[in-house]
């Protein structure tokens, strides 16, 4: 059964007015602004441009007087001085799109464009340039320079709408790495983290509507906020510091009382939030495949009612990103694997940048299997349609998918391949173009700082001036190839 | 500074320069900034923190004043309470530097010029969010017990009363009793609980203990249940206030001038967390396998626990044997490295001297030299004597991912830990040494890595292959080529642009004036705008600031204070290098140094190395230093009512010969650091 946020509603008895809906839900209804949605799933250790290529691109790029040929790190050949527009781009046919055409059900080239030729040299390349793929910034490990876009769009009010949960992050990565700190951050120096195992999100997400360790987590929570609270509320009895020492325990005993109220929020939304739920942990083997795969689709899985049950308005999905955490073994890839042996996750991404054809077909099936999760997520939210604005969820989800350091295994940051998704109503034009900027180092070259200002636009607001790039930077501002 | 702030700073010059329009009085950009910082305070302001009161503090007093000590200055620091910082919680839990637990979200206000002030720190609820993500992270020292595992700790597997939490069933009230007094008092309070403080563990860990419901269908079901337990026990008790906020309110009786003491507990703390980043009895961890540790049963600094615990901490002598043991030393072992570096290889690559976490601290916050790690290099070769051959090279040296050889970074702490460790004219040595730690090189000539390793030395303009020994590491540089750490790559690196001719003069040049002579520079007016001309990027960073800049006059007022103290590092590039060449000129440092507070400074200077000679020889620099010291291991800016503090630490240092470790010692016998007053009108 394909269940709609309508469907749920008229589920909760709750269609026919307003008054009859869960605090949370009338606060979101009396919204007046439009919804807006960010999903942004980022890959670990490059997303190879040719694998985002259509045919169609290519011949256009031709005309223009680029002759990709059969480059896989597309920028090496960039000689087109403008950027070039392919609107029938078929982008079904590129390597790693296939899952946007029909064949894994209604098709979503027509909701989607890809762009290439952006650049972010500010971010060093490399294995992974760690959170300034998503601040355009230099941001070594565990040093955030600036928060990224994800923590920015979250906190605008205008996208939150009063969902109990300011951004879902979660993830795999190789290794037992439970939270992920590499990709985002809330600021300077404070790396946010992703949740990469699937149960503790779970619980996290869901937890108050599980049964069995789920619910027990969610209780668990909520009575060490309470005795939080309680010995803040004892020791301000005792406290004999001045007002202004006073006033950071008080503090203190708001956030926790803040976050017992979201705790509140969320199990009043419970007989929603079970409509919703994906399979449980304990239904399901997805949580504990060895497989990153299996793990991702149920992080996918999770996101996506997250974002259906209004719990939150902003996704991010990590797939194996940060220089620690990339290194992943695809034990259900086995078959293209040479031999059928199993060789670790670098040295598999390193002998696909040294052209060996075994593992560069590996790496584009991986990027093939990541972009179904997506499209998956994407037709989910098509099928869903708005509550308080025309559409579908899909139309009002801007849904980004760019790799953590650019064009391959050892980037030079010169080509960040980026698929978008969904958004037509916040402005996007995912009609399926493709976009291919001229090479770095051209004046007309563009950054992904310009897609993150595109993004705040779609937000509604004016982000031009995110994006550190520094000196580096060409100009600020959308991307008006993909932005009405 | 913090990594943090030097990173706004140097937005803030780039922003700087890339607005125009100066004005000419310096007097009318004060008034303007200070407007302006209001603003912005009030702004990034916790809306129910109470306006900050007006008192002259930090480089708004003058610095004469300071050290007149008169007779009715009576000294203290206003009581306070002072939430746990990054690091030291992931120390207390027995956790290393990068490990997830070092993720927890403790970071300083950015506006705080060192990571140990306290004021407006809390736990707001994007902090706590994080905090509830990540505080079980800390908690595997007190949720196992096996010795030979790395991470376990040393005061918990040989400390028989707990062992009943672990191994019985059904833990008995006596049992939890004892765990959850000995979890308090020896890993999160640092001191002994309160009766309600362990009676509200007591009941959460019996609920909770109550309620374990061991999985049957594994093997290891109860005891996976119990860690799970025990996780969440130590959870609720690192929500406490007591373990995110540390008393500094004073205990004693009120004395004549409304002043108390800090308790025994109070005093001993804020001394361990001063001088070492962790609490006193913070536990010691095992690490490689249980074949080393960062420290024995009874945890770093056991001598400051006893002494709180016996009372003795109030005997001056205790303090001053406290101190000296724990400043720092030479030892081969580097056991210091123990807990945050787990590769044996790593650790015998770094020199052979230590320095207490609480000083390495101060050196990288004040200097700032670890924020070159967030600033991106353009050419780092630029207008140096060597080509792209060394980009791989000065990459690895900023990440040290090939390789075991220790970072630009870890080479200057080793280079000042040098300094700090023989412990004579510190303030001197940290200007005119030429001894640096420098990267071995000759390991490498066969290595597959070779193109990152083998000319990492380069840096330091040291071309000669560098034996894999720490002899050969020191090398004396060239007196005509750097002298100490102002010269230091690390340094020049992080307070610089990207490129080679960035406007990196005034970066260097403000946090000279702001930092090594105590004195402001107005903040950027918000009607300028300016910028060096981008048609000029083949101009070098000399010529552009003079043509630009210095022939306007309105301009001047500000970059008056920052230009002369900012060009005698031109003979630098942008990344470290020593110029050879400079847009087809000589490489020139030159400067006339004028109107300095300390009028023996003024005059032609050839270049940073002369300068920093001459800052060494300089009394008023030193105050300067002395002031830094304060504000680090204080905690907060020096005020007037600190100036008999201020004027014995100076009195200290002369007499001891250039004693760091006996001026910490004067600051931490002083009223300013014992005594506390509980004010309303602040």
């Known amino acids: 059964m394909t269940w709609t946020r309508r469907a749920f509603l008229k589920t909760l008895g709750i269609g026919a007015g307003a008054a009859l809906l869960t605090p949370f839900y009338r606060q979101v209804l009396a919204t007046g602004e439009i919804p807006r949605r960010f999903v942004i799933f980022v890959e670990g250790n490059g997303t190879e441009p040719r694998n985002l290529l259509s045919g169609t691109t290519a011949e256009a790029l031709l005309a223009a007087g680029t002759d990709v040929g059969d480059a896989r790190h597309l920028y090496r050949n960039y000689s087109h001085d403008t950027p070039v527009l392919s609107r029938e781009s078929n982008l079904a046919d590129a390597p790693s799109l296939a899952s946007l055409g029909a064949a894994g059900g209604p098709s979503m080239e027509e909701k989607s464009a890809v762009l290439l ?188 009612a997250a974002l259906i049950g209004g719990l939150t308005n902003v996704v991010v999905i990590a797939l194996g990103t940060g220089a620690r955490h990339f290194s992943l073994d695809y034990p259900s890839l086995i078959d293209l694997y040479p031999g059928g042996d199993m060789l670790g996750g670098h040295d598999a991404r390193h002998a696909a940048e040294s052209g060996h054809e075994s593992f560069v077909n590996l790496l584009t099936t991986i990027t093939d299997r990541h972009v179904e999760l997506m499209a998956s997520m994407a037709r989910s939210l098509d099928a869903t349609p708005e509550v308080t604005a025309n559409g579908t969820m899909l139309d009002h989800t801007v849904m980004l998918y760019m790799s953590d350091n650019g064009e391959k295994h050892h980037s030079l940051a010169e080509e960040w391949p980026i698929l978008l998704m969904g958004g037509g109503a916040l402005g996007l034009k995912t009609d399926g173009r493709t976009v291919v900027f001229p090479r770095h180092g051209h004046d007309n070259n563009r950054q992904v700082s310009n897609l993150f200002n595109t993004l705040g636009h779609a937000a509604g607001a004016d982000l031009n001036a995110f994006g550190h790039e520094g000196i580096t930077r060409i100009a600020e501002g959308p991307l008006s190839e993909i932005w009405s | 500074m913090r990594a943090s702030y030097v990173s706004q700073a140097v937005a803030f010059i780039a922003a700087w320069f ?161 765990y959850t007094a000995y979890l308090l008092e020896r890993g999160v309070l640092f001191r002994p609980p309160t009766t309600e403080e362990h009676q509200a563990l007591i009941d959460f860990a019996t609920n909770v203990l109550g309620s374990e419901v061991p999985d049957e269908d594994h093997e290891d079901g109860q005891q996976a249940a119990r860690r799970h337990s025990l996780d969440r026990i130590f959870s609720a008790a690192w929500m406490t206030t007591g373990a995110l906020f540390r008393n500094e309110l004073g205990e004693g009786p009120v004395d004549e001038y409304g002043r108390s003491r800090l308790g025994d507990w109070e005093l001993a703390n804020a001394i361990a967390y001063a001088l070492d980043g962790r609490a006193a009895g913070a536990p010691g961890v095992y690490a490689r396998h249980g074949l080393a540790w960062s420290a024995d049963f009874e945890g770093h600094m056991p001598m400051l626990r006893q002494a709180a615990m016996d009372g003795t901490i109030s005997d001056p002598d205790v303090i001053a044997a406290a101190v000296r043991d724990y400043f720092g030393g030479l030892d081969e072992d580097r ?92 303030f001197e040595n940290l200007l005119t040494s030429r001894t640096f730690y420098t990267p071995a090189t000759a390991e490498f000539e066969e290595s597959s890595i070779v193109n990152s390793t083998l000319r990492t030395n380069y840096i330091y303009n040291v071309t000669d292959r560098t034996e894999p020994t720490r002899e050969d590491r020191w090398q004396v540089l060239p007196d005509n080529e750097r002298a100490g750490v102002l010269t230091h790559p690390a340094f020049l690196a992080s307070h610089a642009g990207a490129f080679e001719n960035d406007p990196n003069i005034v970066d260097r040049g403000k946090w000279v004036r702001e930092n090594m002579l105590c004195q402001d520079v107005p903040d950027l007016p918000i009607t300028v705008e300016a910028a060096f001309d981008p048609e000029t990027r083949d101009q070098s960073a000399r010529q552009r600031m003079t043509e630009q800049v210095e022939s306007r006059t309105e301009c001047m007022g500000c970059h008056g204070l920052m230009n002369p ?118």
């Open chain 1, 117 to 304: 030729g952006l650049s972010s040299k500010i971010t060093g390349g490399g294995h992974s340039t760690e959170s300034g793929a998503l601040s355009s910034s230099r941001s070594p490990v565990g040093s955030p320079t600036d928060l990224t876009i994800d923590h920015l769009l979250a906190s605008m009010s205008g996208v939150r709408r009063g969902t109990p949960i300011q951004a879902v992050r979660l993830g795999v990565v190789g290794g037992n790495t439970r939270l992920n700190y590499s990709t985002c951050a809330f600021g300077p120096n404070q790396p946010a983290p992703i949740t990469c195992d699937p149960t503790t999100a779970f619980n996290s997400l869901f937890g108050s509507v599980a049964s069995g360790a789920g619910v027990a987590s969610f209780q668990e929570k909520r009575e060490l906020l309470d005795f939080a609270v309680a010995d803040v509320q004892r020791a301000l009895q005792t406290f004999s510091g001045n007002s202004r020492e006073r006033k950071k325990l008080e503090r203190y005993l708001e956030s926790l009382e803040d976050m017992v109220d979201r705790q509140e929020i969320i199990q009043d939304m419970g007989d929603h939030l079970q409509s919703v739920k994906p399979a449980e942990p304990d239904e399901s083997l997805l949580y504990t495949s060895e497989s990153p795969l299996d793990r991702l689709q149920a992080q996918v899985d999770m996101a996506t």
């Open chain 2, 565 to 682: 103290l900012g060009y005698p590092f031109e003979v630098y590039n942008h990344a470290g290098f020593l110029r050879i060449e400079d847009h087809g000129a000589e490489p020139d440092g030159s400067s006339e140094l004028r109107n300095m507070p300390d009028p023996d400074l003024n005059g032609p200077i050839r270049d940073a190395v002369e300068m920093s000679e001459k800052f060494a020889e300089s009394p008023y620099v030193k105050r300067c230093f002395i002031r830094q010291v304060f504000r680090y291991f204080m905690g907060r800016d020096e005020v007037l009512r600190d100036a008999c503090t201020l004027a014995q630490m100076e009195e200290t240092y002369e007499e001891s010969g250039g004693s760091l470790a006996e001026v910490l010692i004067t600051l931490f016998q002083s009223d300013s650091f014992q005594y506390r007053v509980v004010s309303e009108d602040l």
């Open chain 2, 335 to 426: 056991v210091d490295l123990n807990l945050d570096v787990r590769d044996e290889r790593r650790i015998s690559r770094r020199g052979e001297y230590w320095m207490a976490n609480g000083l390495r601290e101060f050196f990288r916050q004040w200097l700032g030299y670890d924020a070159h790690i967030n600033i991106f290099k353009d050419t780092p070769s630029a207008t140096s004597a060597f080509g792209s051959e060394v980009h791989s090279d000065y990459g690895n040296l900023i990440s040290g991912y090939y390789g075991h050889e220790s970072r630009l970074v870890e080479q200057m702490d080793d280079m000042i830990a040098r300094i700090v460790a023989e412990d004579e004219a510190v």
């Open chain 2, 18 to 178: 890339f607005v125009a329009g100066c004005t000419e009085d310096p007097d009318s950009q004060w008034n303007q900034s200070q407007n302006s910082a209001t603003e912005n305070q009030t702004e990034n302001q916790d809306p129910n923190q109470e306006e900050e009161p007006a008192t002259p503090s930090g480089n708004d007093i003058d610095q004469s004043l300071l050290f007149l000590c008169l007779d009715d200055d009576v000294g203290y620091t206003e009581a306070r309470i002072r939430r746990i910082g990054r690091s030291e919680w992931t120390r207390n839990t027995g956790h290393a530097a990068g490990s997830a637990a070092d993720k927890n979200p403790f970071d300083g206000l950015p506006t705080h010029p060192f990571a140990t002030y306290s004021d407006g720190e809390t736990l707001n609820e994007s902090v706590l969010d994080i905090y509830l993500d990540s505080v079980k992270s800390g908690s595997y020292g007190w949720a196992t017990r096996d010795r030979w595992r790395a991470g376990a700790l040393s005061s918990n597997v040989d400390e028989d009363s707990i062992a009943c939490i672990f191994d019985d069933t059904s833990p008995d009230a006596d049992c939890i009793e004892t």
